[in-house]
């Protein structure tokens, strides 16, 4: 890779949801009236954050390392998918130095559950709680999210060269 000490990457994930049983976000499982209707268990948060990792080291997104039509990944808990994005990051000679999450949710409501979230990915990723922030907003009943009909976030993460 290039000498560079830094590299950027931004990773956006959407998946439709329906009235269910709950739902895993951010590496949690928050029960609640709905389900995220994926391939995998649908955390569109890890998603994002994969795609994010990924980017910054050139490494291609998360649908070309994990195929949809794989049987290996249907219902796959997320956060085995970010554990090996991380190998690919370190393989790449790259630790991450912060990560920053932002879901955009009608529901469910997530704000409790965020210090649980930055705790599952922080260990997954092995940063600090001081490194990895995951923020939450409604699209204030505008549009498909507005209408409950799915649900989206983005990620942002900054790698340093090891
Ligand atoms: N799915 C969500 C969306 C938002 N929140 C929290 O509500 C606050 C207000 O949201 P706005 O749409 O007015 O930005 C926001 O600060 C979030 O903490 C949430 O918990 N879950
Ligand atoms: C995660 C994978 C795993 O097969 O499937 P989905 O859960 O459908 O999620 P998506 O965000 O479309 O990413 C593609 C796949 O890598």
Redesign the pocket.
Known sequence: MSGLPFRIGHGFDAHRIEPGEGVSLGGVFIACDWRIIAHSDGDVLIHALCDALLGAIAGGDIGKLFPDNDPQFKGIDSRKLLAVVMERVRAAGYAPANADLT?I???????KHVPAMREALGTVMGLGLDAINV????N?TMGHIGRREGIAAHAVVLLAKV
């Open positions: 879901l949710a009608e529901v469910p409501r997530v704000a923020k939450a907003t409604t204030e």
